[in-house]
């Protein structure tokens, strides 16, 4: 069966500074891709960043990377000098190659609190 | 075209009402999935759909749903006879199925209360 575990229920940062939001998963899929969205009090998921199981390097976007080990299983999020405005759950999701068909599992969500 | 748009946005019914949602995805993507979120939780998968073809649907989605995209355009997901534990907020996500990473866009969601 394939998981995603999100551990820190809240996480508080100070503005300008990074902030690392965890996650790992588990899946006996070889091919997989693992996703990061927002979700802002307005309600809507925005997408952030992807990582594809067999892609060599962390993916990277803006302000967002992603840590990727793969022995490890965790895909990490890093936020790179936070804004207010980052303050939202953060969602790690994932969808496997072959098991699962095309469904995206989603863990529980990890809130960001970004300090003046 | 901007986006996956969601209709109505907000929606309060009585149990034992019918409801019926609508989504527009982005005019180009071919998948359409439906998805749940619980208040704390992550968003739970409902059904999806390639053009007009409903290819998978979750154990989540008893009998009293229904979902169709007949033109493999919009998507409507009907609630008949809602109780109270269908209180949710009911995402759609749109998909392009030859892009290798085929992200899914979301819409701003319907929020969902049953008295």
């Known amino acids: 069966a394939q998981k995603i575990t999100q551990t820190q229920p809240g996480m508080f940062v100070q503005e300008k500074e990074a902030v690392t939001l965890d996650c790992t998963y588990d899946t006996s899929d070889p091919s997989y891709g693992l996703f990061w969205y927002k979700q802002p009090s307005s309600g809507e998921m925005i997408f952030l960043i992807y990582q594809g199981s067999y892609d060599q390097q962390n993916a990277t976007e803006g302000r967002y990377s992603l840590n990727f080990q793969k022995a490890r299983k965790s895909a990490n999020l890093v936020i790179s000098a936070s804004q207010l405005g980052d303050s939202a759950m953060y969602f790690c999701a994932m969808r496997g190659a072959y098991t699962g068909g095309f469904k995206t599992i989603f863990g529980a969500g990890t809130r960001l609190f970004v300090k003046a | 075209d901007t986006g996956v748009s969601q209709n109505p946005r907000h929606k309060i019914t009585k149990r034992g009402q019918n409801v019926t949602f609508r989504c527009d995805p982005i005019?180009?993507?071919?998948?359409l999935y439906w998805y749940r979120q619980t208040l704390g939780q992550g968003p739970e998968f409902l059904t999806y759909f390639q053009n007009e073809a409903q290819l998978e649907k979750s154990r989540l989605l008893s009998d009293r749903f229904s979902a169709e995209r007949p033109k493999g355009s919009f998507s409507t997901l009907e609630i008949q006879r809602t109780e109270q534990g269908d209180s949710a907020m009911y995402l759609c996500?749109?998909?392009?199925?030859?892009?290798?990473?085929?992200?899914?866009?979301f819409g701003p969601g319907t929020r969902l209360l049953v008295l």
């Open positions: 996500a749109s998909s392009l199925v030859d892009s290798t990473e085929e992200t899914q866009y």
């Open positions: 005019s180009e993507h071919n998948r």
